[in-house]
């Protein structure tokens, strides 16, 4: 019997799964090697990892981890989850291993637009978040692909960091090439050479586990929680970008505030077994 499994080897499971490790709590994490963020070479706005890949993160995460003999990590992905008789059940492979608390951080995966040559420059030249990206294209002029009404919030939010931001409707990109500078973008009427482009992927779930198990969603589509990572569905947490608390008008797509819910669900589970 497990105090815990972890669904999820991103940012949000791996300090969920240090901060159980730290109050000696029997710890089961799972990662199906499947991450957000896997064409990203330089993770930013992160407090003193500021510009390391993500795959070094994660390696350092798992040898901090290593030093606590509670937690247990494997190279797996769960099948299916099920609450039975007052616990819960997770399937890998053949087994069924009882757990008192389920952490789903199973992450998110993006759909871009159906643009060539886009998808080939993701995580790079292309990306979604200013906060973690823009930076990089200081004093150069960038494009904002987006039809929506976030477009116009979006490039003024970037008039500080670049020369110039040109919205774009996607409608009007026949294509993306890579240049020694940054981009090329095919237009319909011209070529627009920028440093970088920023665009607004549709994401879903990466895991059919919320549904599964009924957790509720908000008109997001991610998982309805508190602050500490609680779904509606006793002893299942969610944390990372599956989650969407309350209190904020959706979810946050960083590593920063990964980190943090997977800490807070952690901080739960343990006060949750202290109080049964």
């Given at each position: 019997m497990y105090?815990?499994?972890?669904?999820?080897?991103?940012p949000a499971g791996l300090q969920a799964a240090l901060t159980l490790g730290r109050m000696h709590r029997r710890t089961l994490l799972l990662d199906a090697g499947?991450?957000?963020?896997?064409?990203?070479?330089?993770?930013?706005?992160l407090l003193t990892n500021d510009g390391r890949d993500p795959a070094e993160l994660r390696r350092i995460a798992r040898a901090e981890i290593a030093a606590y003999?509670?937690?247990e990590i494997?190279?797996?992905?769960?099948a299916a989850v099920a609450r039975d008789e007052g616990s819960l059940t997770v399937t890998v492979g053949d087994e069924r291993l009882r757990t008192h608390a389920v952490i789903l951080a199973t992450?998110?995966?993006?759909?871009?637009?159906?643009?060539?040559?886009?998808?080939?420059?993701?995580?790079?030249?292309?990306?979604?978040?200013?906060?973690?990206?823009?930076?990089?294209?200081?004093?150069?002029p960038v494009a904002v692909i987006n039809a929506t009404a976030h477009a116009g919030m979006l490039a003024r939010m970037l008039e500080p960091v670049a020369s110039?931001?040109?919205?774009?409707?996607?409608a009007e990109v026949?294509?993306?090439?890579?240049?020694?500078?940054?981009?090329v973008l095919h237009l319909t009427d011209r070529a627009l050479e920028v440093a970088g482009a920023f665009v607004a992927p549709v994401w879903r779930s990466r895991s059919d586990l919320l549904d599964a198990l009924g957790v509720e969603r908000q008109e997001s589509g991610a998982a309805r929680t508190d602050p500490f990572g609680r779904t509606s569905v006793e002893g299942v947490y969610a944390v990372g970008d599956i989650a969407h608390p309350d209190h904020l008008p959706g979810p946050?797509?960083?590593?920063?505030a990964a980190i943090a819910g997977g800490q807070l669900a952690a901080v739960a589970v343990v006060q949750s077994l202290v109080m049964d």
């Open positions: 105090d815990a499994i972890i669904i999820g080897g991103g499947t991450y957000r963020n896997s064409t990203v070479r330089h993770a930013h706005n003999d509670t937690v494997r190279d797996a992905a769960a992450g998110v995966t993006d759909e871009l637009p159906p643009i060539p040559g886009l998808a080939e420059h993701w995580g790079d030249t292309v990306a979604n978040c200013p906060f973690c990206h823009g930076h990089e294209f200081a004093g150069r110039a931001v040109h919205v774009i409707d996607p026949r294509e993306v090439e890579g240049s020694d500078d940054g981009l946050l797509f960083s590593l920063a």
